[in-house]
């Protein structure tokens, strides 16, 4: 390993040590710095695809959602490594269309009732008509599914013709 390294500050090029190598011990304060750049390198390799999935309104996410994501957050900490690219699998866009959808229409629903939806209440209604009424759930999907597909053939076509 190089003893230092380049480094550019307002145009003009430092040299700074690499005062790290591999199986160094770390003190407490670098081992919270390096804590704290996963958990901002996590944030940012998430946030767009968690940005689409609350859409166009910034919907508040279901509880659902939030530990689907959760869960993936999990996975990729786990393997994650400094230094290397890492892809990930993005959320399953029918089922956040149909998450977006039915969240949408339960809002709509209460709302007509006069009532002021809280994030939590959509999304313990959600998952009650996932179990209480898995029909109604696979009527969204089938929308949701129909919306992806309408979505992914536009972009097709837009490809096609930039091409």
């Known amino acids: 390993m190089s003893t230092s390294r380049e480094i550019t500050i307002q145009g003009a090029v430092y040299r700074v040590p690499n005062r790290y190598a591999e199986g160094a011990v770390l003190t407490a304060g670098e081992a919270n710095a390096l804590n704290q750049t996963l958990a901002e390198n996590i944030r940012n390799n998430f946030a767009a695809s968690i940005k689409k999935l609350r859409g166009e309104g910034d919907a508040e996410l279901t509880e659902g959602q939030i530990a689907s994501i959760q869960s993936e957050i999990d996975a990729y900490a786990s393997t994650y490594e400094f230094g290397i690219r890492q892809a990930r699998e993005p959320l399953d866009p029918v089922e956040a269309q149909l998450e977006k959808d039915l969240g949408a229409a339960i809002r709509g629903k209460l709302r007509d009732k006069g009532q002021k939806p809280t994030a939590e209440q959509v999304?313990?209604?959600?998952?009650?008509?996932?179990v209480e009424r898995p029909e109604v759930v696979d009527e969204f999907r089938k929308e949701a599914k129909r919306k992806v597909d309408a979505s992914r053939r536009a972009a097709a076509k837009l490809n096609a013709m930039l091409d």
């Open 123 to 130: 999304a313990d209604l959600i998952q009650r008509y996932r």
